[in-house]
């Protein structure tokens, strides 16, 4: 979430809104802000549960908004916004966390798939996504 909240610019010049999961950080926002269910990752059934009760929800948000542009940093709540964007013919633009250094999230690897634009901000990230754009780091 920081890391795209960095990207002032974006923000500054075009009608965004945030997708997030429910933390005090997200709570405390000031943005316009859609809160979503989040993943238990620890119960296969209830993770299947709450899979589909945040692709439903985050339905509701993509046609009350219907966004041009999906631009996330990932975890796996970004999943389903890149995929109903994808299905509508949506841009998606996927940014690898800050973190990842030398090895790709599981969320980058499933989106780099689709994503019109990857990037990265590690060099080292180029041998895991040949098409991505190094970007540098956002901090």
Do not use: H
């Not at 633009?93 to 973190?99: A, D, K, R, W």
């Amino acid at each position: 979430m920081e890391q795209i909240r960095q990207l002032k610019g974006i923000s500054e010049r075009y009608d965004c809104f945030y997708v997030v999961t429910r933390t005090k950080a997200t709570e405390a926002m000031k943005q316009r802000r859609y809160i979503v269910s989040d993943l238990v990752r620890k119960n296969r059934a209830a993770m299947l549960f709450r899979m589909l009760k945040m692709v439903f929800e985050q339905f509701i948000v993509f046609f009350r908004e219907r966004p041009d542009i999906i631009l996330t940093t990932g975890a796996a709540v970004a999943i389903p916004m890149c995929v109903i964007g994808k299905i509508f013919r949506k841009k998606v633009i996927y940014i690898e966390s800050f973190v990842r250094m030398t090895m790709p999230s599981k969320t980058g690897l499933f989106v780099y798939k689709f994503a019109d634009l990857f990037i990265i901000q590690w060099e080292e990230l180029k041998k895991y996504y040949p098409r991505a754009v190094y970007g540098g780091a956002i901090y």
